[in-house]
Nanobody, 123 residues
């Protein structure tokens, strides 16, 4: 079993910054794509940023130039640095990862999600 745990959320004023972290633990053989999603009240969950195992990144248009995703494969971690935050960035932020895990002598890939961390940006 694999768990993803996010941290780093909080309350910040508009124009401020935050750094989110997510660590994966468990029977991990490797991790392929990793990403951050968010869900604001009354809205559907949306992709914020993604990063492949090779380091290729993609971002939602609304965060390009303000957010940076990165990963540390030695620590099974993914980060989201957020700058110039806006009230519309307020949401619960979730990390997810495509984890290749061991299952006895077999391996399998499963997409795991964290429980989320709240980010609130005040105007």
């Amino acid at each position: 079993q694999v768990q993803l745990v996010e941290s780093g959320g909080g309350l910040v004023q508009a124009g401020g910054s935050l750094r989110l972290s997510c660590v994966a633990s468990g029977s991990i053989l490797s991790i392929n794509d990793m990403g951050w999603h968010r869900q604001a009240p009354g809205k559907t969950r949306e992709l914020v940023a993604g990063i492949s195992s090779g380091g290729r990144t993609n971002y939602a248009d609304s965060v390009k130039g303000r957010f940076t995703i990165s990963r540390d494969d030695a620590r099974n971690m993914v980060y989201l640095e957020m700058y110039n935050l806006k009230p519309e960035d307020t949401a619960v932020y979730y990390c997810n990862a495509d984890v290749v895990e061991t299952l006895g002598i077999m391996t399998r890939q499963i997409n795991y999600w964290g429980q989320g961390t709240q980010v609130t940006v005040s105007s």
